[in-house]
Nanobody
Framework: QVQLVESGGGLVQAGGSLRLSCAAS????????MGWFRQAPGKEREFLAR????????DYANSVKGRFTISRDNAKNTVYLQMNSLKSEDTAVYYC?????????????WGQGTQVTVSS
């Protein structure tokens, strides 16, 4: 059974930082690219960042480039999202996802999400 479990969300003031974690089980983690997404109320799900299997390639959405950093620890089967300089518009549910085929348009597995609320 594949599980992706996000943690680290919460309430933070604007300008603050949070680090999200996503622990994977039931997959060979090192064979999957990992991504972070978010969805705010009334909005579509938004891609934020992704990292390849070995951690050497990282892509970011323009909306978070320079503020968010994705990383992974294959020994711990965990991917992280360090979020700095948070803004009220970063308030959303944050999801991690696993992708077997780096070039595919879709992701194979998704977590249940963790809420991030940024107060202004």
């Amino acid at each position: 059974q594949v599980q992706l479990v996000e943690s680290g969300g919460g309430l933070v003031q604007a300008g603050g930082s949070l680090r999200l974690s996503c622990a994977a089980s039931g997959i060979t983690f090192s064979l999957y690219g990992m991504g972070w997404f978010r969805q705010a109320p009334g909005k579509e799900r938004e891609f934020l960042a992704r990292v390849n299997r070995g951690g050497s390639v990282r892509d970011y959405a323009n909306s978070v480039k320079g503020r968010f950093t994705i990383s992974r620890d294959n020994a711990k089967n965990t991917v992280y999202l360090q979020m700095n300089s948070l803004k009220s518009e970063d308030t959303a549910v944050y999801y991690c996802a696993a992708q077997r085929d780096w070039g595919a348009p879709t992701y194979d597995y998704w977590g249940q999400g963790t809420q991030v609320t940024v107060s202004s």
